[in-house]
Structure formats: structure tokens, C-alpha cells
């Protein structure tokens, strides 16, 4: 039929009332007859109120983001969502943006974790896990953690941070690409930043991804910590110093971060020249597309950067764009970003290594065998260091003594001078952990030495690791939390920790008998010996 003149708006009109009526939304009187004056006032407010109701808020579990909805884990005291894809990976090309997806994603369960020695895993791993504690909540502090494993190994998901989230904070944990497929530095895979580091360009993107998604979980894009441990740390120091990660934290965590031990872009290339050689792809006019096409499983190895304890690892590369310095020389040139920062190591670093070799050789260094140790390791200054370091001092023995050499050079008094070149640009905070009764892994528990407060061991206190926990060590769990919570919200981790100076050197003694402020860190790790080497 035909509508002409002003039919329509009547029809309009006729069906806005009819479907109004289907509603309750109507102001006719039940008796057909007109309204009274008051009744229809009376009707109006109900309209008002029932016809213009927000819509009900997502459940809990559902959170929308730029790329889509998803639906995570909702327990008592937590919402918890794994597997959510932060970036594409192709490999060794830069990160891409991510999928989008229409419907609600899972994110019940952790997404695949990146290839990595002992573990398959996939290429297409660029995931990250979001905790938050319950209810909903707004502009709460975050805190995104870099997993450590010498850039070979890890995953996000293996950090419970339901604790920490209980404390306030919404916790992010990422994935990141490992190994050759992470690090290789062959200069026909260069892109726009230079050679490698195609794992710190992954962090970075994840870092945007949390500045344009973290609100839809009650997290502050602008309240973000930046925090990491051993390899994870040392991502920290270089998203410190690096100009594409500028802004997008406003305080950093580095927990036992060897972070001098960065490789050159010469020394990378050359390496990686050389590993892609082993593999078949040695010309430099097709090296890209060879390596490109290998299977995965060939790409188990990595290129030489440097050794720890034996192990050659590579990780990121100096002297490009994505990282134009060493960290540590940056720092010492007040070029780092400004930003409160909290530093520490375990007493013990270097025994956790030591335990590892033996559980994987069943040997372990003897007496008789300490000077031959000392001089593959360090050179020429070995008899010195056999004397700064005798076997008497470690109650005869080797690998207490060469453990305790490693820790000081490697990560003790590196930690120190980090500090201290820090701490005049801004608020510097530093820490030992000093359990000696930590809980050890299954795997290295047969080891013939004591581990100590070994490198990782305080992982477990920050990250529901207490099952094994006495009370003193329940008790010192509780008081890293909730230090490690604070400075997340304030940049500070408590009234009883002093800021660090260079001029007193006070130190964060994390111990289960009650933490301290001591004084003699650096003697203790005898860092003006190494200051000389």
C-alpha cells in the first residue's frame, strides 16, 4: 500500500503506541477512559524510570576490549584471565597487532607458550594473563611482570599473582620470544630498530597493549610498574634506557638483573653469522629465507652471546635503535628514565647455577680442582681471587667459594653501582633477600652443597609459593607483598625502607627473623675488589 501525505507519521505513531503498550510503557488508563491529571503524572515517573533503565552491567567474568570481548575465571577473592593474545609474531619480523574477534573469547585457560628448550610450544605465542582482585573496581595501580629464564626458557602463566592482586593490584604477565627465535641477530634479519631483539620489541608492544586495554580490567594506564627478574630484569634495564619504551611506566622493579651482560651488535651479528652457517645458511643473499624455512625443531639451539655458567645464551643486543647503549652506561650517564626504581638480588645468586650443572652432570668443582675453576673463569686475576675468596672461608668448600666469586662480580656489586647511578636522577630503593633456608626446586634438592638464598628462590614468596613455608618464612612472604604492593601504588615501599645514597649504602635485608637495614653490602660482597677489575 501506497502511504501519501502525513499517513506515515500516524502510522508511526500508531505503532510507537502499540509497541509502548507491549512495553508497560503506555500512559492509557486501565478503564479506556482518559487519565487524570495526577495519574498522569504518576505514569510519567514510572516511565521515566523503568523506560530509560540503563542497561545491566557485564557479569564479572566478561570484559570488553579493543579487540573484543572475553570471558576469564572468577573466583571469591579474584577474576583471573589467561591466554589473551597481545600481538601477532611472523618470525624474526617485529610484533604485528593482534587478531580481533567477534562473540566472547575464552580466556579460561593460558594460551601456547613460546618454543623453548625441553618444550615445543608454538611460534604463535604472543599471550598475556590479567589478575585482578574482586568486584569491580577503577584507576587501580598495575604491575606487568617480565619472566626471567635466560632468555632460553619461561612463560607468563607460571606466576601465581593472586596475592599481590589481593593487595590492590591488577597484574599482568606476558609471554615474550625466546632464543634464536627471540634474539638472533643475523644482519639479514635486520629491521628498522637493527640486528635482534625481536623479544624486547614483544614486550614493548605488550606494554601498549596495557596502556589501551588495562582500564577495562579497573587498571590505570598511567599507574603502571614495570618489573622483571634475572633475564626478565634485565628486559627492565633496557626498556629503561630504550627510547620506544619511553612513558609507558612510571616506576621499574629489577630483581637479580644481570644487566651489564649485554652483547654488542658486532659480537651478535657475528655470532649469529656463525649459527646460521651450522644451519645451512651460510650466503648472505638468501640467509633470511633459509633460516625463514627451517622446521622449528632446528632452531633449538641459540647463537653464542655469552655464557652463564657454560651456557651460551643470547638476548638483547646494544647499538641499535630499539636499544641504542648498554643500560648500565646509560644509567652512569644519567640517560635512563627518571623513574622510581627498585633493585635487589638474593645473598646467594650463583649457587642456584652450580646446582643446576651438577644435576645435569652429576659433577660438581672439588678442592683440588678450585684454581684450574678460577682460571677459566677469571684469567689472569685468578690468584687474586683465589685469595680474596680462600676455601677456608667457605668451610673448604669449591662451589660455596666460586658460587660466592660469581655472585659478587656478577650480580652483587653490579646491583650496587646500578644503585648508585640511579639514585641521582631519582628515588632508588635497594634489597637482599637473605633466606638461607629457602625452599629449593624438587629437581635440584640432591645437591651437594647448600643452595642458600639462591638466584629465583624469592620468587616464591612474592608469587604463592608457601605450601613448604614455616612461619617465619610465611611471615617475610607477607612483608615483600605488601612492600612490593606499596611501591606498585606509591613508588615507595614502605616507611621502614630508606631511600639508597650513595653516601650510606643502606640496604633492605628481606630475612624471615624480621627485615633490616644493614650497611655492609658492599663489603660484605667485596665490590671494592671488583671495582678494580
Not at 643475523?186 to 588495562?214: K, M
Not at 654488542?264 to 643473499?285: H, I, Q, R
Not at 604463592?464 to 613508588?491: C, I, K, N, P
Request: some cysteine.
Amino acid at each position: 500500500m501506497k502511504v501519501h501525505g502525513d499517513a506515515r507519521p500516524a502510522l508511526e505513531s500508531t505503532r510507537d503506541r502499540r509497541d509502548a503498550h507491549r512495553l508497560g510503557c503506555t500512559g492509557d488508563d486501565e478503564t479506556g477512559g482518559r487519565p487524570t491529571v495526577t495519574r498522569l503524572l504518576l505514569l510519567l515517573v514510572v516511565l521515566l524510570v523503568a523506560c530509560a533503565a540503563p542497561a545491566p552491567a557485564p557479569p564479572p567474568d566478561v570484559v570488553s576490549l579493543a579487540a573484543g570481548r572475553i570471558r576469564g575465571t572468577v573466583t571469591e577473592g579474584h577474576r583471573v584471565f589467561e591466554g589473551i593474545p597481545y600481538a601477532t609474531a611472523a618470525r624474526w619480523r617485529p610484533p604485528a597487532p593482534g587478531p580481533v574477534w567477534s562473540g566472547v573469547r575464552d580466556a579460561t585457560a593460558p594460551g601456547a607458550r613460546c618454543p623453548q628448550p625441553g618444550e615445543a610450544g608454538s611460534e604463535d605465542c604472543l599471550f598475556l594473563n590479567v589478575t585482578t582482585p574482586a568486584g569491580a573496581a577503577e584507576g587501580l595501580p598495575v604491575l606487568v611482570w617480565i619472566h626471567g629464564g635466560a632468555f632460553l626458557g619461561g612463560n607468563g602463566d607460571s606466576y601465581d599473582a593472586r596475592d599481590l592482586a589481593a593487595r590492590g593490584l591488577v597484574v599482568v604477565t606476558l609471554n615474550y620470544r625466546l632464543g634464536a627465535l627471540g634474539w638472533l641477530a643475523h644482519p639479514a634479519l635486520a629491521h628498522d630498530g637493527g640486528a635482534g631483539n625481536f623479544g624486547l620489541l614483544d614486550q614493548q608492544a605488550a606494554l601498549r597493549w596495557v596502556r589501551d586495554n588495562i582500564a577495562a580490567f579497573g587498571g590505570d594506564p598511567a599507574r603502571v610498574t614495570l618489573a622483571g627478574e634475572s633475564a626478565g630484569a634485565m628486559s627492565v634495564c633496557d626498556h629503561l634506557v630504550s627510547p620506544g619504551s619511553a612513558g609507558s611506566f612510571r616506576a621499574a622493579i629489577v630483581q637479580s638483573g644481570p644487566c651489564q651482560a649485554q652483547a654488542p651488535a658486532p659480537v651478535a651479528e657475528n655470532a649469529s653469522t656463525e649459527y646460521a652457517a651450522k644451519l645451512g645458511c651460510a650466503d648472505p643473499a638468501t640467509a633470511a629465507a633459509c633460516l625463514r624455512a627451517l622446521p622449528p625443531s632446528r632452531l633449538q639451539t641459540v647463537p653464542r652471546y655469552f655464557d652463564l655458567a657454560g651456557v651460551p645464551v643470547a638476548g638483547p643486543v646494544t647499538g641499535g635503535a630499539v636499544l641504542p647503549a648498554n643500560p648500565v652506561d646509560a644509567m652512569r650517564a644519567g640517560a635512563a628514565a627518571r623513574v622510581p626504581v627498585l633493585v635487589g638480588v638474593t645473598r646467594d645468586e650463583f649457587t642456584l647455577f652450580l646446582a643446576q650443572q651438577y644435576a645435569a652432570t652429576g659433577k660438581t668443582v672439588t678442592a683440588a680442582e678450585y684454581p684450574a675453576a678460577l682460571a677459566r673463569v677469571f684469567g689472569p686475576d685468578a690468584a687474586a681471587v683465589a685469595a680474596e675468596y680462600p676455601l677456608q672461608a667457605y668451610a673448604g668448600s669449591a662451589p660455596r667459594a666460586l658460587a660466592a666469586a660469581l655472585t659478587d662480580v656478577a650480580f652483587a656489586c653490579p646491583a650496587r653501582d646500578m644503585a648508585g647511578s640511579l639514585s641521582r636522577t631519582g628515588p632508588v630503593y635497594a634489597y637482599e633477600f637473605g633466606d638461607s633456608r629457602a625452599p629449593v626446586p624438587d629437581s635440584l634438592s640432591r645437591s651437594p652443597f647448600p643452595l642458600g638464598a639462591a638466584h629465583s628462590l624469592e620468587l616464591s614468596y612474592l608469587f604463592g609459593g608457601g605450601e613448604s613455608f614455616d612461619d617465619g618464612q610465611r611471615r617475610l612472604s607477607a612483608e615483600m607483598v605488601g612492600d612490593w604492593a606499596a611501591f606498585v601504588r606509591t613508588g615507595a615501599p614502605g616507611p621502614d625502607w630508606p631511600r639508597f645514597d650513595p653516601a650510606h649504602e643502606q640496604v633492605r635485608a628481606l630475612v624471615p627473623g624480621g627485615a633490616r637495614t644493614i650497611g655492609d653490602f658492599a663489603a660484605s660482597h667485596h665490590c671494592a675488589f671488583w671495582r678494580d677489575r
